[in-house]
């Protein structure tokens, strides 16, 4: 889905996307689709899968386009970035490969997105009032994800852009919703929030990197659905 999604905006990279691009971008799918497929042998699966992924997918480049609250340009696809860090005497390196980047050309503001085929939201709304970013167990009982403020800041320090000119959403392809990362009344209470998401990246990682606490599980519900959770409980 990724590299279906990757080959549909690639002919577009560095220009200009509007809400009268829809047409083309789903001819674009429609290749990319195509190409993606044809070296995989017929079969009830195959045809299901492609049939169930063509309408995902179409579905989700009419409502995206539609919605453009601006003209964008596509500013990277599938792009690794990298920040290093330096957190309590050590040297630590953030990195991770952004899905897609979009430039507004009038509010000259960046959105980071990233792809997900389900449609679990990772960013509540009003995470702040329940959670001790400084606490290593309240962070694990109410912070799902720190993608997007990783990406955030990756994409910052790598492109040299001030991180307070840069949004961030999952785009979930399963329902065909997005989960915007700042969801605060204003730019305030969202500068507060991207605030306590790194002070909560400090916090695991130097949980992490502490000789003084010991590895151990946590063993909640949570841990139910990890992929880790064989090693981690061994």
Known sequence: ???????????????TLTKESEDTLRGSLQNALETSFKT???SGDYYLFKRIA????????RRHI???GEPVAIEC???????????GGSSVSLHGRIDRVDHGIASGRYTVYDYKTGTAKQYPSKIMEKTDFSDILSIHDHVPSFQLPIYIH??????NIPVEMIDA??????????DALLKGKDEEENRRLFAAYTSGIETVIRHMLDPDRPFEAFDTNRCTDC?????CHM
């Open 40 to 42: 995989i042998p017929a």
């Open 169 to 178: 959403a999952l785009i979930l392809l399963g329902n065909n919703t997005d």
């Open 154 to 159: 990756i994409f910052s320090a790598q492109r």
């Open 66 to 68: 539609r919605t453009l």
């Open 227 to 231: 992929p880790a959770r064989d090693l």
């Open 77 to 87: 696809l599938e792009e690794a970035f990298r920040k290093p860090l330096e957190i």
């Open 54 to 61: 063509a309408y995902k997918l179409d579905s989700f480049l």
């Open 1 to 15: 889905i990724h590299r279906i999604l990757s080959d549909t905006f690639s002919p577009y990279l560095g220009l």
